[in-house]
């Protein structure tokens, strides 16, 4: 046996059973409901505690990402769409036809993240349209972050109910 089967053997390469895939999993939805279209929701917190300065930096914060991802919507979004739609097809082809398990993981990170973009470019366009500041932009960011992390919920319960099949599947209890 060489050390390259030994090290394949001691630390199993596939992904649901990969404690890094879990962590990355982990880390994947903390940010992502951390940073609210761009907005540590920090900032959103200490704008309501505070007010003054702090609802400020929110305000200018915010309009800055808000504008950043309409421009990116007006500029490139049809193409986005299509790549993004493509990739994940290919993905969702690669992992539940033929069966490629790194496939699925990553499926089953991507295609909720993408809810979240779509969700993301829904809530910028409503805060560019109305206006939104002061009390209003902190509901409507709260919001915003409330349903990115019931989407994270979502997506780790049914990663780690498919990753359990998975594993039992391919296991030695499995086929």
Do not use: C, K
Request: charged share 15%; net charge neutral.
């Amino acid at each position: 046996m060489n050390w390259y089967t030994a090290v394949f053997e001691l630390i199993d390469m596939r992904s649901f059973s990969n404690l890094w895939y879990w962590i990355a999993l982990a880390a994947v939805w903390s940010t992502a409901s951390h940073w609210v279209l761009g907005v540590p929701f920090d900032m959103v917190t200490r704008a309501r505690r505070f007010g003054g300065q702090a609802q400020e930096d929110l305000e200018i914060l915010a309009r800055i990402n808000v504008n950043r991802l309409m421009f990116i919507a007006r500029v490139s979004g049809l193409g986005l769409v299509s790549l993004v739609s493509m990739l994940l097809t290919v993905l969702l082809i690669l992992g539940f036809w033929y069966d490629v398990e790194f496939a699925q993981a990553v499926v089953l990170i991507a295609l909720p993240l993408t809810a979240v973009g779509a969700l993301s470019m829904s809530t910028a366009r409503l805060i560019e349209v109305q206006g939104s500041a002061g009390e209003d932009l902190q509901r409507r960011l709260s919001r915003h972050r409330l349903v990115v992390q019931l989407i994270g919920i979502l997506s780790i319960f049914v990663t780690a109910m498919w990753g359990m099949y998975q594993n039992l599947d391919v296991g030695p209890l499995g086929g």
